[in-house]
C-alpha cells in the first residue's frame, strides 16, 4: 500500500517501507542561514567552555599573592579599576555574557536561568542590597564582586552546560588541585616557596613553614584540598578503580600536613570517621559484602597504620603536631577577635564601624592577619544588619546548590562552614568561596535518573500504532 504524506513542520515527509521498519524521507532542505546560525552557535558554545577552561584554571593558579607579585594592584590601594578584579572573574561574567546572547534572547534567557533557580534571587537581591550600602557609604565595591557574586556567576552558567561541555573544566579541576598538592609537598620537604606569603600587600612573612603552592594562602590550600578529598570519599566514581582512588585520596590527604591546616585536617578526619563509622554499623546491621573486599578493607588498615607510624616516626608530622602545641597566637587571636567587638557602640555596628577605625584597632589588639571569623569580620566591615542579609542570602544559595548535586556534597558544605567560621576565609576580598562552587558543582553533579530504559517499551508501542495509524 503506498504511504501516506505527512506534514510536519512545513514540509512533506514520506514514510517508506524497507526491511527491518520505516524510515523517513523528507524533501525539504534547510535554507542556508540555519546552517550558518547552527555554526555560530556551535563555535559560540566552544568560546563558552573555553572562558569557563580559563576561569577554573586561573582559579586555582593565580592567587591575589601572585597578582601582588606582578605588581597589580589587586589588593593594594591605588591602581586602575581593572586591577580590581581576578582574571577568572572576567572569564567567567564573559562566558555568562555569551550564554545570554547565544540564542539571540538575552531577556528570556535570564528568565529561565533564574526561573529555575528562584533561590539565587533572594541571594541577589541580598547581594545588591550590599552594594547599595558600598556605595552610599563610598567604600571600594569591587570587594564583593570577586568574593559574592562570582560564585553566582560561575554556578548560573555551569548549570546552563551540557555535559559533553563540562567534561573538560571537571578534568581541569583534578589536573590544576594536583599540580597544587605536588607543589605544597615540593615547598614543604625543600624549603622553598614559589609565591612570597604577604601580610596584606607589602608585608612578606618569611617564618612560615606551611606550603600554600599556587593557592596563595596555606589555610586557602588546606580548604580546597579538604574539599577534593571529600569529593573523592563521597563520590568514588570520580575515580572508579579502587586501585588507583585510594593511593589518590591519600596522597591528597597527606598533603594536608604541608599546607598546615588545623581546621581543614580535624573536619576532614572527623567526616571520614563518620562515615567509616555509618558502614561498619550497616555491616553489623547485615548489610552484604564479598570476602575479597573485607579482605582488602583489612590490609589496607595495617598498611596505612605502618604507613603513619614510619611517617611519624621519619618527623614529617613533627611540624604539623607543633602547630597544635604552639600556635604562635593563632588561639589568641581568636579570643581578641571577640574582644574587637566590645570596642564598637552599637550605632557604629548597625551599618559597619569607619574602616580606618577598624584597621587602627586590629594592629593594636594584634589581629594583623586578620578577623579569624566569618561572620565577626562581617559584622565589622558591613554592619550586623547587611551581615544577617549576605547569611540569609548564602544559606538560600547554598541550598540551591545542594538541590543540584549529590548527596554527599553535604560533606564539603560542612567544611565550609568550619572553614568560615574559624579563618578569615571568604569575609574579605578573595576567590575561596567560588572555588568550593566550583568544586560542589562539578565534582558532585546529581545523578540523572534513566527512565528512559523502562518508559522505551510503551513509548515503542505508541510509536508503532501512530506509524500503522498513517500507513494503513
Known amino acids: 500500500m503506498r504511504p501516506r504524506p505527512m506534514i510536519q513542520s512545513g514540509s512533506i515527509v514520506r514514510l517508506s517501507r524497507h526491511r ?44 591575589p599573592a601572585l597578582l601582588t607579585e606582578w605588581n597589580i594592584h589587586y589588593l593594594s590601594t591605588g591602581g586602575n579599576f581593572y586591577e580590581k578584579m581576578h582574571p577568572a572573574t572576567y572569564a567567567a561574567f564573559l562566558a555568562w555574557l555569551l550564554l545570554l546572547i547565544r540564542n539571540g534572547d538575552p531577556v528570556g534567557e535570564i528568565n529561565r536561568a533564574l526561573s529555575e533557580a528562584r ?57 590544576t588541585i594536583l599540580l597544587n598538592i605536588v607543589l605544597g609537598y615540593y615547598e614543604y620537604f625543600s624549603g622553598h616557596r614559589l609565591i612570597p606569603l604577604t601580610l596584606g ?61 588545623r581546621t581543614a585536617l580535624i573536619t576532614v578526619l572527623t567526616i571520614i570517621g563518620g562515615i567509616a563509622l555509618l558502614e561498619i554499623l550497616r555491616l ?15 590490609s589496607l588498615l595495617f598498611v596505612a597504620a605502618a604507613g603513619i607510624f614510619a611517617a611519624s616516626e621519619s618527623g ?24 574587637l567587638l566590645s570596642h564598637f557602640d552599637w550605632h557604629e555596628l548597625v551599618l559597619g564601624p569607619d574602616p580606618a577605625r577598624v584597621a587602627a584597632l586590629q594592629t593594636q589588639l594584634g589581629l594583623n592577619y586578620g578577623i579569624e571569623n566569618f561572620w565577626i569580620s562581617c559584622a565589622v566591615q558591613f554592619g550586623i544588619v547587611h551581615t544577617a542579609l549576605l ?36 569575609s574579605s576580598k578573595s576567590i575561596q568561596l567560588a572555588q568550593f562552587v566550583i568544586l560542589v558543582t562539578l565534582l558532585l553533579p546529581r545523578e540523572q535518573r534513566r527512565a528512559a530504559a523502562s518508559a522505551s517499551p510503551s513509548a515503542s508501542g505508541k510509536y508503532q500504532s501512530i506509524l500503522s495509524r498513517h500507513t494503513l
Open 119 to 175: 533561590l539565587v534571587l533572594i541571594y541577589l537581591f541580598c547581594w545588591l542590597a550590599l552594594l547599595v550600602q558600598m556605595f552610599a557609604l563610598e567604600r571600594p565595591f569591587t570587594v564583593i564582586i570577586d568574593t559574592f557574586l562570582l560564585p553566582v556567576v560561575i554556578c548560573l552558567v555551569i548549570w546552563r552546560l551540557p555535559a559533553v561541555q563540562r567534561k573538560p573544566l571537571l578534568r581541569a579541576i583534578h589536573v
Open 316 to 339: 614529617v608530622f613533627n611540624k604539623m603536631l607543633l602547630r597544635f602545641s604552639s600556635d604562635k597566637g593563632s588561639t589568641l587571636a581568636r579570643y581578641a577577635t571577640f574582644d
Open 20 to 63: 527491518g521498519g520505516y524510515s523517513t524521507m523528507s524533501n525539504a532542505r534547510q535554507p542556508p542561514h540555519d546552517h550558518r546560525s547552527a555554526n555560530a552557535v556551535s563555535t559560540i558554545d566552544r568560546v563558552i567552555t573555553g572562558l569557563m577552561l580559563l576561569a577554573i584554571v586561573t582559579a586555582f593558579t593565580i592567587p
Open 201 to 261: 600587600s607589602s608585608v612578606v612573612v618569611a617564618d612560615e613553614w606551611r606550603s600554600s603552592a599556587l593557592l596563595g594562602h596555606p589555610l586557602d590550600a588546606s580548604g580546597v584540598v579538604a574539599a577534593y578529598v571529600l569529593a573523592l570519599i563521597v563520590r568514588p566514581a570520580l575515580c572508579p578503580p579502587v586501585v588507583l582512588r585510594l593511593p589518590l585520596i591519600a596522597f591528597c590527604l597527606g598533603s594536608l600536613m604541608a599546607f598546615g591546616g
Open 284 to 298: 553489623i546491621r547485615g548489610k552484604r559484602t564479598t570476602l575479597p573486599a573485607v579482605i582488602a578493607g583489612i
Open 391 to 426: 547569611t540569609i542570602g548564602l544559606m538560600c544559595f547554598f541550598a540551591e546548590i545542594l538541590r543540584r548535586v549529590s548527596g554527599g556534597a553535604w560533606a564539603v558544605m560542612l567544611l565550609i562552614l568550619m572553614v568560615a567560621a574559624s579563618s578569615v576565609s571568604f
